[in-house]
């Protein structure tokens, strides 16, 4: 069984201060991991994800995030925040071999003026 | 346009009716996904097609819930007798790559949703 934890409901940040949400994850095998936003009343967007190689991904928005395989994390980091990041942040994981891609309960990441 | 559509966007029912929710992924898509999400919940998976077939509909809550994908494109949620907890977002997504175990694994890419309200 595969699954996502994301600890924090929510996390607040000023603006132009840089930003982490957390997630840690659980597979049988070798993980392929993702982070999604999600903006109100919006579809999921893809962000970025780790297939293979570096451990630090960069992905849209300036957004990055660092694959940790002793800690199963994958966190994602911006190094200065925009008020117009706010929004739900979702990291998903799937398991090689499989086609199922299991999502965490989210993260509302907020920005503060 | 290019993205997932999904119709309708809302759909308000009577418990007891049946109710279908219509996916048209990416053109060229083979792999498509049904997920559900509750409020304040993640999305939570249903079923996943590669081309027509169902090749994981482990997350089918029971046997009220039924997709299909006749032609590998177009796919249909429908759902039976519903029942006032079946309220939720339903989320279509689909992906270029559908290989099992296969390095290039791609995103999800999702459409609006479907927002059912059981009355």
């Known amino acids: 069984a595969q699954s996502v934890a994301q600890p924090e409901d929510q996390v607040n940040v000023a603006e132009g201060n840089p930003l982490t949400v957390k997630c840690t994850y659980s597979v049988s095998g070798n993980p392929y991991l993702f982070w999604y936003v999600q903006y109100p009343n919006r579809g999921l967007q893809f962000l970025l994800k780790?297939?293979?190689?570096?451990?630090l991904v960069k992905g849209s928005y300036g957004f990055e995030a660092e694959f940790n395989k002793s800690q199963t994390s994958f966190h994602l980091k911006k190094p200065s925040a925009l008020v117009s990041d706010s929004a739900l942040y979702f990291c998903a994981v799937r398991d090689r071999g499989y086609q199922k891609v299991t999502f965490g309960i989210g993260t509302k990441l907020q920005v503060i003026p | 346009g290019a993205g997932v559509s999904q119709t309708p966007s809302n759909k308000v029912t009577e418990k007891g009716k049946y109710v279908e929710l219509r996916c048209d992924p990416i053109?060229?898509?083979?792999?498509l996904y049904w997920y559900r999400q509750s409020l304040g919940q993640g999305p939570e998976f249903l079923i996943y097609f590669q081309g027509t077939g169902a090749a994981d509909d482990s997350g089918l809550p029971n046997d009220r819930f039924f997709a299909v994908r006749p032609e590998g494109s177009v796919s249909t949620l429908k759902i039976q007798r519903t029942e006032r907890g079946d309220s939720a977002v339903y989320l279509c997504?689909?992906?270029?790559?559908?290989?099992?175990?296969?390095?290039?694994?791609?995103?999800?890419?999702f459409g609006e949703g479907s927002r059912l309200t059981v009355l």
């Open positions: 997504a689909s992906s270029p790559y559908g290989l099992a175990g296969g390095e290039n694994t791609g995103e999800l890419f």
């Open positions: 780790y297939i293979t190689g570096d451990n």
């Open positions: 053109s060229g898509h083979t792999a």
